[in-house]
């Protein structure tokens, strides 16, 4: 084990002894993830939105786009940030470890549901499904993941506030639901994200312990 090895996993328990004798739990460090696939995913439902009701020109952006912009920044940022993120402090217990895990199967999960659909959406046209109908049950699947990821991590990291965001997410994918083929679950799956995964992370970044304790 090399030495910065050494001082880091010093420091972490150094850390931990403290929030142990306060009796406090580390504080998530992953709100970044959460405001930056809250924001993108956000910002994409209601640009397609715009684009949908005609306020931006179809030509301009198209449908596709928008996603697969906030798809590609959103894993970027993610990598990027991972490596700042596992050096901070706490990153290294329980709570943080299951989130970090959780949420990377939930964008693991979403990108590869993305992917499917993108190759099996006009194959059932045959039994009166539209082409683009398959993409409609993203909001509704997201959602419902979202909520799940979000009561783990409620768990794991002690915080039970965070399931009042499980308990929205779950919201927002019934309601979705009855917004299939609709152009309005666009702008619903915008607010959503921006309410279920944005502003729980920018909450959480505020709770984060700075890079030295």
């Known amino acids: 084990m090399n030495q910065a090895r050494s001082d880091d996993l010093a420091s972490e328990l150094a850390y931990v002894r403290s929030l142990a004798e306060e009796g406090a739990t580390a504080p998530l460090v992953s709100g970044f ?28 952006i198209g449908y596709f786009a928008p996603w ?18 596992k050096i901070k402090p706490g990153a290294l217990t329980l709570g943080n470890q299951t989130a970090n895990s959780v949420w990377f199967a939930v964008g693991v999960f979403m990108t590869i549901l993305w992917i499917a659909f993108m190759i099996v959406h006009d194959n059932y046209t045959q039994f009166g499904v539209p082409e683009n109908f398959l993409f409609t049950l993203m909001f509704p699947i997201a959602f419902g993941v979202y909520g ?66």
Do not use: H, N
């Open 33 to 60: 993830y959460y405001l930056l696939w809250g924001g993108l995913m956000g910002a994409a439902a209601l640009l397609v939105y715009a684009v949908a009701i005609g306020f931006i020109p179809a030509g301009t």
């Open 148 to 213: 799940v990821a979000f009561y783990a991590t409620a768990t794991a990291a002690k915080l039970p506030w965070l399931r009042w965001f499980a308990c929205l997410a779950w919201g927002f994918s019934m309601l979705s639901l009855f917004l299939l083929g609709d152009d309005l679950q666009f702008l619903l799956g915008g607010t959503g994200c921006i309410l279920t995964a944005a502003l729980p992370g920018a909450l959480l970044m505020r709770r984060e312990p700075g890079d030295i304790v």
């Open 68 to 85: 697969m912009v906030a798809g590609l920044i959103g894993w970027a940022g993610s990598l990027a940030w991972g490596r700042k993120s």
